[in-house]
């Protein structure tokens, strides 16, 4: 991931805006100092977590990190080694998986190959013995929903990928859960229906208001499908925030990272003043002036971040004294939308910025080995401490 | 290129040949007038008409029939206890040996097994009492110690093989484990359950060392009849009987292979 | 009360779960009628051999109501090795089931091979053609080479019929219908093998060894071969097992100079009444038969590492 896509929050009319803002109301799933071990190896550490009712909340993380031992623990697949889980105020730790008010949707989607679409998701209802007319109903209804009821006397095997994950979802749709757990949703779609099924995914959850825990290592799926999301490393949650949140104000050089691409510049603190630390970076031969959102005294060595679409890049020197360098262009990168070029400073150090490709008929005027001069607003810099 | 290899084809088509010779001298033969075998002496449905008159022949094939029935029946269900136990459970005191002793009998030889059984059937008749007389039942037991080891064989890799998170969905959707087992696992495994239970019904009605054995005085099966008219030389009734066999056989695997290739979307 | 309560409770709740019930239920069954009749067997073979039934001695000679001698002898595996022929079978045994495997070998892996290079459809039809024999009966099997091999029968009449031989070939009865009813027998269980980790390996490798100028005979010598071995393994293996204690097919095709050692356990047992020395015959085999079976297992363990590797 290289470009940048402003992330975009979805509506959610149904509910309190930003319900981690007010603090009479209380969260509906907690997690207190979750971890789970296989045998010996952590796979998830010391979890803390608040999730209100009806957010649309992401666990996003690299392969390995825990996120799906996580997912599983909520499910209730899995038994935590220490730690506990609320959902709705009742201690659910040591709930079998079938008696909990959670549905998750596989990432396989484990659809029953033995049965048709409909028995598939009458499955679960038949569980809790209701009347045979209700059932029906009920099921016609999600199939309504995801817009399969044509499809209702299919097997499994006879639907497309895409066809097979809307079963999937009515399927966990169907018990009315409490909690519905998304397993990598989109990962078995092409790119194309990936992105026309994160909207329609959005929409659905909004439409039956249900809480949706996703698992998912596309950061971009993340962003925009979620109301906060939480990144994980190594089974420890890293970051928790809203998309814009993550993405303005990483706690960390891993999540900066992570999340979009940054340039990174690793310098000393000069000088404090009331609103602006002074910065020296040893690669950069301008010092770096940055609002003031640390406690580290002067001579403390920081992290200063700055994201490539907040980078300027230009033919005219900038006439202020900080956050500018002189460099040459080494590399562009052409994505249509805009362009990413690198340019190589004195010290070595390449920096990415980039572009947005505004007009359609003019030729760049920007081109290989071109002196340029990057520049940036101290208040579009950020800086982190790990 | 190295498809086009012809030396690998040709070798197939002998061994073929070799696989199918003998069968098929047995079916011409089988229509012999003549009461040597090896010489023709014109067609004739003889044989099958003194095969059809044997009713001693006849009622050790229902015999066999009954202890093939019972012992497959009961072997593939010890076999799947067996194999959910090894794939499905959380590891548990004496699983390697377990996971040991029921493959063992596969590799054991027959003669072991039978002479065995014998010998512990004759130690608890001593003891306890039981079996008083050897027969069915004590054949029925023999039969199940051997093909359950190949029901396991079978269920164990189609088990493990299985994709979990179908077993997960059913828990996450409210069944409880024993109704998972029924209406999930157990439906679609059934292709594994049945030729499990196809294998161990022909090993039982296959089998004359474990039977010759432990059986006792009238429960004579199938296979110890023919063993003990082929040990004394050809017999031509042997040969009409075997024709039916091999037909018989041949159009059962036919339909299940017509079904499953039916059944497999191309 | 509460506590015994729980103790009982704990106690008693592995006897009423099901998951206890699974376990034990076939590990019940094998201990009972596979494990302990191997003690059986070595009990008897330790006990002499009398008249009457059964024909050995009982091991405790009940001194006192509550003291009993243990009485054993090792004279029915001191017989097995003073009278020659007990070893002569052994070596047969052995002999034939390593002839056997070398030529199912032989036969099965270009067969195997043959197959894995048809399409998909004629792979299924050969396979079923394989395994068609493999479900009609054992003895029929067998039965049929009775037919085939005969004096006057079919090989012999042929080869008479184009002048090759005057006078009709012994076919049977001998070391050579003995092997070849083993092959016909067992060969299917070295094809299948051998078939299913040829179908695993990824077909572009013998692409791209002869892509990179290897001749057919090299693409299989460094492709093929170290590939299949383990399918190779446990074929062999399939084959020879039952082989070294095969009684049926020596019963029927062999003469009575074709000693193998599962006829002998038959014959001490059903022939002499001698059943001490038929189960010093079984625990002999079955050490035999445990070297092999575990120096292939040590092998197959060592290819499946380093093919992962």
Known sequence: MDRQKKPTKPKRPKITLEPWQNSKIEPYIVLKNLSKNYDGVPAVQDCTLDIYEGEFYSLLGASGCGKSTLLRLLAGFEKPSSGKLFIGGQDMTHVPSYNRPVNMMFQSYALFPHMSVEQNIAFGLKQEGLPREEIKNRVYEVLDLVQMSRFSKRHPNRLSGGQQQRVALARSLVKRPKLILLDEPMAALDQKLREETQFELVNIQEKVGITFIMVTHDQEEAMTMSSRLAIMEEGWIQQIGTPHEIYEFPNSAYVADFIGSINLFEGVITGVTKEMVNIKCPMLSHTLSVPTNTTVPIGGSVTVAVRPEKLEIGIDKPTYKHNWEEGIIEDIGYYGDMSIYHVKLPSGQTVMASLLNLDRISIQQLTWNQSVYVSWQPENSIILTT | ?266 | MTFIKKKLLSFFSPILSVRSWVIATPYVWLGLFFVVPFFVVLRVSLSEEVLGIPPYTDMFLWVDTYVAKIIFTFESYTYLIEDDLYLSSYLTSLKFALITTIVALLLGFPMAIGISNLNKKWQIIMLLLIMLPFWTSFLIRIYAWLNLLTPYGLINSFLIYIGVITEPLRLLFNNFSVTIGMVYCYLPFMILPIYVTLEKMDPSLQEAASDLGAKPFTVFKSIILPLSFPGLLTGSLLVFIPCVGEFVIPEILGGSDNILIGRLVWNEFFLNHSWPTAAALSIALLVILFIPIYGLQKLQKIFAERLES
């Open chain 2, 1 to 266: 290129m190295l498809k086009s290899n012809l030396f690998p084809k040709i070798i197939l088509g002998i061994g073929l040949c070799f696989l199918y010779l003998p069968i098929l001298i047995i079916i011409f033969y089988s229509f012999n007038a003549a009461n040597f075998t090896s010489i023709w002496g014109g067609f004739s449905t003889r044989w099958y008409y003194e095969l059809f008159q044997d009713t001693y022949l006849w009622q050790a094939a229902w015999t066999s029939l009954k202890i093939a029935f019972t012992s497959a029946t009961l072997a593939t269900f010890l076999g799947t206890l067996a194999s959910l136990a090894l794939t499905r459970f959380s590891p548990f005191k004496g699983q390697r040996l377990f996971s040991s002793l029921t493959i063992a009998p596969l590799v054991m030889p027959e003669i072991i097994i039978g002479l065995s059984l014998l010998l512990l059937f004759v130690s608890l008749n001593i003891c306890i009492g039981w079996p008083s007389k050897r027969g069915f039942w004590t054949i029925c037991i023999g039969h199940t110690t051997l093909s359950m080891a190949y029901v396991v064989a079978i269920v164990r890799v189609r088990l493990s093989h299985f994709d979990k998170t179908i077993e997960e969905a059913a828990l996450d959707l409210g069944a409880k484990p024993l109704r998972v087992l029924t209406f999930i696992t157990l439906p679609i495994i059934s292709p594994a359950l049945f030729a499990g239970w196809l294998l161990a019904f022909m090993l039982s009605f296959d089998d004359v060392v474990i039977s010759s054995f432990t059986s006792g005085a009238g429960s004579t099966t199938l296979p110890m009849v023919i063993f003990s008219r082929i040990r004394t030389g050809i017999s031509p009734e042997i040969n009409a009987f075997a024709t039916l066999f091999i037909a018989t056989i041949t159009l059962i695997i036919l339909l299940l292979a017509w079904v499953k290739l039916r059944k497999q979307p191309v």
